[in-house]
């Protein structure tokens, strides 16, 4: 009668593990498909970044050559200035201020 009973608490043991065993094989199917998913989602977001930098890198060119540009605006107005200033001087007449 033991024997019938060890046999079957044996019999119990081996199929709850066999049906754990089970539950950890579907949980490890969907973690690996989240892995797979999240990486991904890396991917995405690590192209967006790379392309994030490129343009701030453009922008910032850009704003270099406006500054440049602005500088030399800047040059050819105070030369303007200069100009319409002595055209008034010469007429005898003071700049209003």
Same mark, same amino acid.
């Given at each position: 009668m033991d024997i019938e009973? %060890?046999?079957q608490f044996i019999?119990?043991?081996?199929?709850?593990?066999?049906a754990a065993v089970q539950?950890?094989?579907e949980e490890i199917a969907r973690n690996s498909e989240q892995i797979a998913e999240l990486g991904r989602k890396i991917d995405t977001? %690590?192209?967006l970044v790379g392309r994030l930098a490129q343009a701030e890198i453009r922008l910032v060119e850009r704003m270099d050559?406006?500054?440049?540009?602005q500088a030399h605006s800047d040059q050819r107005l105070d030369a303007?200035?200069?100009v319409v200033d002595k055209l008034i001087r010469r007429n005898g007449r003071e700049p209003e201020k």
């Open positions: 009973r %060890t046999m019999l119990d043991m081996q199929a709850k593990h066999s539950r950890h094989d977001v %690590t192209d050559e406006l500054a440049g540009a303007l200035i200069d």
